[in-house]
T-cell receptor
Framework: DQQVKQNSPSLSVQEGRISILNCDYT??????FLWYKKYPAEGPTFLIS?????DKNEDGRFTVFLNKSAKHLSLHIVPSQPGDSAVYFC????????????FGKGTHLIIQP | KAGVTQTPRYLIKTRGQQVTLSCSPI?????VSWYQQTPGQGLQFLFE???????NKGNFPGRFSGRQFSNSRSEMNVSTLELGDSALYLC???????????????FGPGTRLTVL
């Protein structure tokens, strides 16, 4: 049973436009959510996070939105740049981060020039 | 500051063998977590160690084990390897213990294990 789902395996966006990556979760105990970015042959790198007490967190071009009632979060990247092409993983944790992270399967974002 | 290092980077084993992977966390970090990444399952949590104690464990069989040393370095061991164990094994370190406010995890480049 997959508790964190990223239903789009890949997403293609034109450079300069907005990229929206989606993530759904089923475990209502999750209270901390993160996005990681992964380039080939490298480990994931932390991008942005959000606590369940918030519904939005912004960091430069990256904004994460959390809709607790829908158990849905999204990552917005605007404007999209070629260097944003990577696999993006959504992750969640319960207990304020006390539990290990549960990851989605990832979405491969391709930024087209 | 040096990042998380993992050795070896690539490994080929045959079914039934055992393997030990090593992870050196960022200097000063005391928490080490291990993850398995496969194309079909994505990133899955294996276990987390803090101060030489296993604090959390994912849903993996007992063939997967780990330990942490007093210098925070960690090893994970997989015994009686199966074909399905072929994966990228990632180690991540963070500064604080599990619980409380979340401590950002920094990932190593991974060890690519191939089981033939």
């Amino acid at each position: 049973d997959q508790q964190v789902k990223q239903n789009s395996p890949s997403l293609s966006v034109q450079e300069g436009r907005i990229s929206i990556l989606n993530c759904d979760y089923t475990n209502s105990m999750f209270d901390y959510f993160l996005w990681y970015k992964k380039y080939p042959a490298e480990g994931p790198t932390f991008l942005i996070s959000i606590s369940s007490i918030k519904d939005k967190n912004e960091d430069g071009r990256f904004t994460v939105f959390l809709n607790k009632s829908a158990k849905h979060l999204s990552l917005h990247i605007v404007p999209s740049q070629p260097g944003d092409s990577a696999v993006y993983f959504c992750a969640a944790s319960a207990g304020g981060g006390a539990d290990g992270l549960t990851f989605g399967k990832g979405t491969h974002l391709i930024i087209q020039p | 500051k040096a990042g998380v290092t993992q050795t070896p980077r690539y490994l080929i084993k045959t079914r039934g063998q055992q393997v030990t992977l090593s992870c050196s966390p960022i200097s000063g970090h005391r928490s080490v977590s291990w993850y398995q990444q496969t194309p079909g399952q994505g990133l899955q949590f294996l276990f987390e160690y803090f101060s030489e104690t296993q604090r959390n464990k994912g849903n993996f069989p007992g063939r997967f084990s780990g330990r942490q040393f007093s210098n925070s370095r960690s090893e994970m061991n997989v015994s009686t390897l199966e074909l399905g164990d072929s994966a990228l094994y990632l180690c991540a370190s963070s500064s604080g213990p599990p619980g409380g406010s979340y401590n950002e995890q920094f990932f190593g480049p991974g060890t690519r294990l191939t089981v033939l």
